[in-house]
């Protein structure tokens, strides 16, 4: 059996792979950097079984991406720097394209890699199997036509995603008061004794990361989405009375629901917070500054409008996906969500990730919590049908090895959704299952001769 792995070779997730097939016994993997794909198309040949790994967490990398997707050259981003999201993602395609033209048999297919990274694509794709999700906005072109869209479909709280990204990348949980109610919820950071003015508790780390960074559960995190409580990592029940939009995919919403506002001082999750009619807040880790956005590793509230506006405005351009905020479950006073590795339609390795903010993202500084217990607090039946959506996920990409699910309990764990679906979420550092991490699982996949479901 010959492997290859396109990767960046500094980056562990290629090390931890190549280390899983040396346990198995099998000769070294062929490293194929990205740099060499984007700069000289250097790519895998026949006869060799091949692994895509994530091109993120490499500056040189990223720039290559945006020039080859938007064909022209193209600035480096400064560090943490949200920048030029739907040019990385073309040159992601026109890479993979170049892969799949090299003949070897790829573990994950270039089509489902593509999908898994676009979060509208695989919100659609999601909602017409079945696939329990949020509910979705259609076309947000800027701040304004997503205040709009909201007033429509009678939402106060919503996830805004960017519609290519990992690791809560761009990302705000924002809430507005609706007409229907004095107030919305917010979660439970300190107010800023100024206000409507930018909170954040600490000074800024950013976090720099590609276009398809790290959409791991054990560091980086999820693909974006309300897998921040609500890289990647992830997209997404469809609420009662909504329908599926023939030509999208996405659900409407054609009737207020009471679910978007909480009573005084509580939300549907159990947080507490308030805001007055006419207050606006977004939770998030974007940093505005000099006009320019900035992943940070921390987690801040804009209360001003126009400070959220300005950021909604800045990522609209490269495309937007908007989902219902969903109320996530929780325990000992923290939400919480799951990623969830599926590895050749098994759903295997689980990490609990905890958080006091909307965002359970690990790489935020939030905590994996523990297994066994979030399973005995669902019951039994619900954590087997929870479990069983990941794995009719991982149907909707019968050809590809594994995929990481991003799954979320509705508070009561009464039902649950799928935030997003990770083409590269399977970093899930000392996470084992019947004695194996994620890499060796798909080795052990490999050597049982798991092959590709056309």
Same mark, same amino acid.
């Given at each position: 059996?010959?492997?290859?792995?396109?990767?960046?070779?500094?980056?562990?997730?290629?090390?931890?792979?190549?280390?899983?097939?040396?346990?198995?016994?099998?000769?070294?993997?062929?490293?194929? @950097?990205?740099?060499?794909?984007?700069?000289?198309?250097?790519? @895998?040949?026949?006869?060799?079984?091949?692994?895509?790994?994530?091109?993120?967490?490499?500056?040189?990398?990223?720039?290559?991406?945006?020039?080859?997707?938007?064909?022209?050259?193209?600035? @480096?981003?400064?560090?943490?720097?949200?920048?030029?999201?739907?040019?990385?993602?073309?040159?992601? =395609?026109?890479?993979?394209?170049?892969?799949?033209?090299?003949?070897?048999?790829?573990?994950?297919?270039?089509?489902?890699?593509?999908?898994?990274?676009?979060?509208?694509?695989?919100?659609?794709?999601?909602?017409?199997?079945?696939?329990?999700?949020?509910?979705?906005?259609?076309?947000?072109?800027?701040?304004?036509?997503?205040?709009?869209?909201?007033?429509?479909?009678?939402?106060?709280?919503?996830?805004?995603?960017?519609?290519?990204?990992?690791?809560?990348?761009?990302?705000?949980?924002?809430?507005?008061?609706?007409? =229907?109610?004095?107030?919305?919820?917010?979660?439970?950071?300190?107010?800023?004794?100024?206000?409507?003015?930018?909170?954040?508790?600490?000074?800024?780390?950013?976090?720099?990361?590609?276009?398809?960074?790290?959409?791991?559960?054990?560091?980086?995190?999820?693909?974006?989405?309300?897998?921040?409580?609500?890289?990647?990592?992830?997209?997404?029940?469809?609420?009662?009375?909504?329908?599926?939009?023939?030509?999208?995919?996405?659900?409407?919403?054609?009737?207020?629901?009471?679910?978007?506002?909480?009573?005084?001082?509580?939300?549907?999750?159990?947080?507490?917070?308030?805001?007055?009619?006419?207050?606006?807040?977004?939770?998030?880790?974007?940093?505005?500054?000099?006009?320019?956005?900035?992943?940070?590793?921390?987690?801040?509230?804009?209360?001003?409008?126009?400070?959220?506006?300005?950021?909604?405005?800045?990522?609209?351009?490269?495309?937007?996906?908007?989902?219902?905020?969903?109320?996530?479950?929780?325990?000992?006073?923290?939400?919480?969500?799951? =990623?969830?590795?599926?590895?050749?339609?098994?759903?295997?390795?689980?990490?609990?990730?905890?958080?006091?903010?909307?965002?359970?993202?690990?790489?935020?500084?939030?905590?994996?919590?523990?297994?066994?217990?979030?399973?005995?607090?669902?019951?039994?039946?619900?954590? =087997?049908?929870?479990?069983?959506?990941?794995?009719?996920?991982?149907?909707?990409?019968?050809?590809?090895?594994?995929?990481?699910?991003?799954?979320?309990?509705?508070?009561?764990?009464?039902?649950?959704?799928?935030?997003?679906?990770?083409?590269?979420?399977?970093?899930?550092?000392?996470?084992?299952?019947?004695?194996?991490?994620?890499?060796?699982?798909?080795?052990?996949?490999?050597?049982?001769?798991?092959?590709?479901?056309?």
């Amino acid at each position: 059996m010959r492997l290859a792995v396109v990767g960046n070779p500094a980056n562990r997730r290629v090390a931890l792979f190549a280390e899983a097939v040396a346990r198995a016994g099998l000769p070294a993997p062929e490293i194929h @950097p990205w740099r060499d794909v984007l700069r000289h198309g250097r790519v @895998p040949g026949p006869g060799v079984l091949v692994r895509i790994d994530s091109p993120g967490e490499d500056a040189e990398v990223d720039l290559l991406l945006r020039e080859l997707g938007s064909g022209r050259p193209s600035r @480096p981003a400064e560090h943490g720097e949200i920048l030029g999201t739907a040019a990385a993602y073309a040159g992601l =395609r026109q890479a993979l394209s170049r892969i799949s033209g090299g003949g070897g048999a790829l573990l994950s297919q270039a089509d489902d890699v593509l999908t898994m990274t676009d979060k509208p694509r695989c919100h659609a794709l999601l909602a017409a199997a079945g696939i329990p999700v949020p509910a979705a906005l259609g076309s947000i072109h800027d701040y304004a036509s997503l205040r709009a869209a909201m007033r429509e479909a009678g939402w106060g709280r919503v996830f805004v995603k960017p519609a290519y990204g990992s690791s809560a990348s761009g990302v705000l949980a924002l809430a507005v008061a609706t007409r =229907r109610a004095s107030s919305v919820t917010l979660h439970p950071q300190p107010l800023s004794p100024a206000a409507g003015r930018h909170v954040a508790a600490t000074a800024p780390d950013r976090q720099g990361a590609g276009p398809a960074g790290p959409a791991d559960a054990g560091s980086a995190g999820a693909h974006g989405g309300q897998t921040t409580s609500g890289r990647r990592d992830a997209g997404p029940p469809a609420d009662p009375g909504s329908a599926s939009s023939a030509g999208s995919g996405r659900i409407a919403a054609p009737t207020p629901d009471p679910r978007d506002t909480g009573p005084a001082g509580t939300s549907g999750d159990g947080s507490a917070r308030t805001a007055s009619s006419g207050r606006v807040a977004a939770t998030t880790s974007v940093e505005l500054q000099g006009g320019r956005l900035f992943n940070s590793l921390r987690v801040r509230r804009y209360e001003d409008e126009a400070s959220v506006a300005a950021i909604v405005d800045r990522l609209a351009p490269d495309g937007l996906h908007v989902e219902r905020w969903f109320p996530k479950a929780g325990l000992g006073g923290r939400t919480l969500d799951l =990623r969830v590795v599926v590895i050749a339609g098994r759903a295997r390795h689980i990490v609990v990730r905890t958080s006091r903010s909307p965002m359970t993202n690990l790489h935020l500084g939030n905590a994996r919590g523990d297994v066994a217990s979030v399973r005995a607090a669902a019951g039994e039946q619900s954590w =087997r049908s929870a479990m069983e959506t990941c794995e009719r996920v991982a149907a909707c990409f019968p050809r590809t090895l594994h995929v990481g699910v991003d799954l979320m309990f509705r508070a009561g764990w009464r039902d649950h959704a799928v935030a997003e679906v990770n083409a590269f979420g399977d970093l899930l550092p000392g996470v084992l299952a019947d004695g194996s991490d994620t890499y060796g699982a798909q080795v052990a996949a490999l050597i049982e001769g798991w092959v590709a479901h056309a």
